[in-house]
């Protein structure tokens, strides 16, 4: 097939199906329709928001991104991929965007640009994702034999549509590559609430779907896989309330044993290992000696920090007066629930000032603090110097390194 005859087909599933598609030849893109495609990874310029296909061209593939987006790969002859969306699976609101910024996945500068940008984006059911692949695949995988969905079952005399369509999305399903997203933040969620018990639960799901083939050989790519998990549980952990320091510290120790280990069987039950590591220093930050209510508190504060928080909400979250409510915060605490917030907020603002490059009046403000002088002047109170300094020496002991 050349060139002429594949952007033909490619303006046909683009106008039949309203995704925007591209010919990357040689990872160059040399065709697409449009002429820009609009994605995460154009919008924040991070390469890696693009999904990386593994060696396949006997079928479609549906990878999604950390940025909810999924796209269709389809590997062709000489070299040429194909590769069309990005479309979504449900809609992305605004205030969805939080939860992956404060997880390092999306930068500050994008929230506003990134928010219009999915208002925008095609959502796709699995049915219309399913048969949007299968068009694909169709056009430009003639040589195969496809089922002829019109046949009549012989036992029963009905369409066998919807049993096809079940055993083959059951397939393709299975070639979504990554993590559902969705699971991830969950498991987010129960390591920053300090739940071992959920967290393992959680990963006994995770591990029932397929692993991400992430390297050539199946220790490497197991390796990078765990390397990936134990990042994001170091940053659930900080959000959970556990010094940056101390979460790194840990992490650091697990990918030493993660490199060091030789062989698959050596990192069997390793991510149960981590899990509980981070899960225990979580309890520990937070102590055991609050009252549910309180500890309610927390986990609501600790969800929301880069959001608007007033007592009323977190009263009303939790079931309580809130009166009642701050009173008891004080008490158990020794602290007032407006100091905590203000804290916590500062506590994980300091790893982006220490590990980005994002101007410190971003931080501030998707943080929710009204201004930057307000925001280095608590800075400089919980954490002993202004962001500028807490920065400039971060850069100073890496280049030291």
């Known amino acids: ?69 999924t796209f269709f790969l389809l590997a062709v002859q000489d070299g040429v991929l194909l590769r069309a969306g990005p479309v979504l699976q449900k809609p992305v609101l605004p205030d969805q965007l939080a939860p992956q910024i404060r997880a390092g996945l999306l930068p500050f500068r994008c929230k506003a640009e990134l928010a219009d940008y999915f208002a925008s984006c095609p959502v796709l059911d699995d049915r219309h994702l399913f048969y949007s692949g299968k068009l694909l695949e169709t056009l430009f995988l003639s040589d195969q034999s496809l089922p002829d969905l019109t046949e009549v079952e012989p036992d029963t005399g009905t369409p066998i549509d919807d049993s096809y369509y079940s055993q083959t999305m059951d397939y393709r399903t299975r070639q979504f590559q990554h993590v559902p997203y969705a699971i991830e933040l969950e498991i987010c969620r129960m390591i920053a609430n300090g739940d071992t018990i959920s967290s393992k639960h959680i990963l006994g799901d995770i591990n029932r779907l397929p692993r991400a083939k992430l390297a050539n050989t199946p220790v490497r790519s197991l390796k990078n896989s765990l390397i990936c998990s134990c990042t994001f549980m170091a940053r659930a952990a900080i959000s959970g309330g556990v010094k940056p320091d101390e979460a790194f510290t840990l992490s650091d120790a697990f990918i030493q044993r993660i490199e060091a280990a030789p062989t698959t069987n050596h990192l069997a039950d390793f991510e149960a290992e981590m899990i509980e590591s981070f899960t225990t220093r979580v309890q520990t930050a937070r102590g055991s000696r609050h009252s549910a209510a309180v500890n309610q508190a927390m986990e609501y504060i600790d ?24 009173g008891l915060f004080k008490r158990e605490t020794g602290e007032t629930i407006h100091n905590y917030i203000v804290r916590r907020r500062i506590e994980e603002a300091e790893y982006f000032v220490r590990h980005s490059s994002d101007p410190i009046a971003e931080i501030a403000a998707f943080y929710q603090f009204c201004s930057q002088s307000h925001f280095v002047q608590c800075f400089r109170k919980i954490v002993g110097q202004t962001p500028g300094a807490c920065r400039s020496q971060h850069l100073r002991a890496r280049i030291e390194k």
């Open 303 to 326: 969800a929301h920090l880069s959001e608007p928080i007033s007592i009323s909400d977190i009263a009303s979250a939790v079931y309580h007066n809130a009166n009642y409510l701050s």
């Open 1 to 69: 097939m050349n060139t002429e005859t594949r952007i033909h087909l490619l303006r046909m599933f683009h106008y039949a199906t309203g995704i925007p598609v591209e010919m990357l030849v040689r990872n160059a893109v040399a065709y697409s329709l449009p002429e820009i495609v609009p994605c995460a990874a154009r919008i924040t310029d991070d390469a890696s928001l693009f999904p990386v296909p593994y060696p396949n061209d006997k079928a479609v593939q549906y990878l999604s991104t950390p940025a909810f987006e």
